[in-house]
């Protein structure tokens, strides 16, 4: 897993596969699944990011299924 955060937009994008995005999916507002044609979650991203209550050390340490759960808690 990769994580990349653009200050100016205030986006965090947590990367978990190269694959090729054919879907996106909000699951709430400003919080973004992204998917590859086999299903599979290649990233999240999170707009907004410091507005957000999020422990990012605490979701480094979950499971990718575990990471869309929370986010899409938030």
Do not use: Q, W
């Not at 955060?5 to 994008?13: G, I, Q, W």
């Not at 709430?28 to 999020?54: F, N």
Request: charged share 30%; with cysteine.
């Amino acid at each position: 897993m990769r994580i990349d955060y653009d200050p100016v937009a205030d986006a965090v994008y947590f990367h978990f596969r190269s694959a090729e995005v054919v879907e996106s999916l909000e699951l709430r507002d400003g919080v973004i699944v992204d998917y590859a044609a086999d299903g599979s979650v290649c990233g999240i991203e999170i707009l907004s990011y410091s507005k957000r209550k999020i422990d990012l050390n605490r979701l480094i340490t979950l499971r990718e299924e575990e990471i869309v759960a929370e986010v899409a808690a938030i």
